[in-house]
């Protein structure tokens, strides 16, 4: 199962669940649960951002991943001012430059054409 995409979620083979030697263990309603064909309710938000901010999925798309922290900052803030209708400055949320470099080119591109900009 390699390559699959679920949002919110990290995909492992149950012998390496069941092989680590930490407090990892699996559960056997969610097994069950997962193996009787119950579907996970997806979400209907046009923007999903997961709970450790690294995962953000717009529209349905393709999961982008981030690993700074101030990548993960500044999304949180883009997403939290979305929520309230509020308008950002880019100028304010990158302070080492613009928001290309701070997402690096591939992700800046993905992400530029759901971000406007009105002076700055």
Sequence with gaps: MR??????LVVLAARDVLAAMDSLSISADILA???SGVTPTLST????????GTTL???G??????RSAEQIAVIRKLIVAR??????????????????RL?????WER???????QNG
């Excluded at 390559?3 to 919110?8: K, L, S, T």
């Excluded at 798309?61 to 981030?66: A, L, N, Q, R, V």
């Excluded at 929520?83 to 290309?100: F, I, K, P, S, V």
């Design 111 to 117: 992400l530029k054409p759901f971000l406007s900009s």
């Design 57 to 59: 999925v717009i529209l």
């Design 83 to 100: 929520e309230n209708g509020r308008r950002l400055r880019a100028a304010d949320l990158a302070t080492h430059g613009t928001l290309r």
């Design 103 to 107: 997402f690096g080119t591939e992700k």
């Design 33 to 35: 649960a997962r193996l």
């Design 61 to 66: 798309g393709k999961p982008i991943y981030f």
């Design 3 to 8: 390559d699959v995409d679920i949002p919110g």
């Design 45 to 52: 938000e046009p923007v999903q951002l997961s709970p450790d």
